[in-house]
Each structure stands twice: as C-alpha cells, then as structure tokens.
C-alpha cells in the first residue's frame, strides 16, 4: 500500500517566488494537514483539510494558501517567498478530522529559498 | 496557548535505557503521542496515550499523567538506531491539530 506520497522532494526558490507543493494521503483517508518544519525545532500546524474544506489554520501569513481535491490530493500553496520560508513541509493523513488515531506523514518537501 | 517542553538534547549508551520527559500546558487536553523522527524523514508514529498510566510497546513505552501535565518516552535496550528526534505532540478536544515540542536530540553512543 502506498503511504503518505508529496512532490517535490527538494525544491529550491528565489525570494519573491511562487512555490507549490503537493500531497497525495492514504487511501481512504480523508483528511490532510500541512506542516512547517524548520531545521532544528518541531514541526508547526500550517493547515487541515477534511472533506476539501479548509478545518483549521496556524499562526501563518495569507502568502500561505491550500486546498484540497475531490480525490482528497492537496496543494500548499506560498506566495512572495522569503527566506525564512526555507523549511520541511510535512503533509499528515488521517482517517478522519479529529485525530484519535495517528497521523502518517509523508517524507517532505525540502525549501530553500535562496 | 499551548506550551510544551522537553529537553533539547539527551545522550546514552548502546544497550541502556533513557528516559524523555515532556510537560506541557493547555486548554482542552485530548491527547498526546510520540513520534520518532530520523534527520532528514518523516515523523513516524510510536504511541499514543489518552488516560492516565503506562503504555508498552515492546523496547518503547510511553506514560501520561493528565493531572500533572506530564508524559515520558522510555527507550529500553537503546540501540544505534534509535539515535533520532524524538517528538512530543499533544492533541485538543477540538482535535484538528497537532501541537508538537521542539523534539528532543537523542544519541546512542557504542
């Protein structure tokens, strides 16, 4: 059974760019969450998605927008990029909204924005 | 808010136990786990404790103290491999989130 699947892999931007990330969950699973992982700390809640409507968002910049497709794929979206986006976003799957299960995480996409 | 602590660092020997404290402070506490994560992947799932007392998972166990605001993670006959991240991440009753620590560094040294 394929995992949590995201592309790229590794990615590297130009400040003021546009960047967009992409995840596939589990099958079955209905829920995406994106995260931001700078090197060296936790990772930080960015969005969820559930049933392709936005559920939750963190402490982060309108630069960053998401959505979710009828297949339950989503796409993280950043705009103007800044240096201090350069990160490890983590895309989590679960099987429904509220996690009293554990989420799976994909590898990553690592950032850099130079 | 949230608030969740650990420590940053942690070194042991190959073959013996270490013991990975979090607190954590927060309004509608759900429930919390532990992930495991080696440099560069992704956080994989070690447990997950919703009432109060001890969870075994064979090398691995995980304890939770709603009242105090506690939880550790024990390593048990460390190995090299378990050199990685380890996370602390609490969930709400909303549930929608997860809240992480900033991970604690553990090194297994021979």
């Known amino acids: 059974d394929a995992g949590v699947t995201q592309s790229p892999t590794h990615l590297i931007k130009t400040r003021g760019q546009h960047v967009t990330l992409r995840c596939s969950p589990i099958?079955?699973?209905?829920?995406v969450s994106w995260y931001q992982q700078v090197l060296g700390q936790g990772p930080q809640f960015i969005f969820q998605?559930?049933?392709?409507?936005?559920?939750g968002r963190g402490n982060f910049p309108d630069r960053f927008s998401a959505r979710q497709f009828p297949n339950y794929s989503s796409e993280l979206n950043v705009n103007a990029l800044l240096l201090g986006d350069s990160a490890l976003y983590l895309c989590?799957?679960?099987?429904?909204?509220?996690?009293?299960?554990?989420?799976?995480f994909g590898q990553g996409t690592r950032l850099t924005v130079v | 808010g949230q608030n969740i602590d650990q420590p940053t660092e942690m070194t042991a020997t190959e073959g013996a136990i270490v013991q990975i404290n979090c607190t954590y402070q927060?309004?509608?506490?759900?429930?919390l786990f532990w992930y495991q994560q080696h440099a560069g992947e992704a956080p994989t799932f070690l447990s997950y404790?919703?009432?109060?007392g001890l969870e075994e998972k064979g090398r691995f166990s995980s304890f939770l103290s709603r009242s105090k605001g506690y939880s550790y993670l024990l390593l048990k006959e460390l190995q090299m491999k378990d050199s990685a991240s380890y996370l602390c991440?609490?969930?709400?009753?909303?549930?929608?989130?997860?809240?992480f620590g900033g991970g604690t560094r553990v090194l297994v040294k021979p």
């Open positions: 927060t309004s509608g506490f759900n429930g």
């Open positions: 099958s079955g699973h209905k829920s």
């Open positions: 998605y559930y049933e392709k409507e936005e559920r």
């Open positions: 404790n919703v009432l109060d």
């Open positions: 989590a799957s679960s099987l429904g909204q509220f996690y009293s299960t554990e989420a799976f």
């Open positions: 991440v609490i969930t709400q009753a909303a549930g929608n989130k997860l809240t």
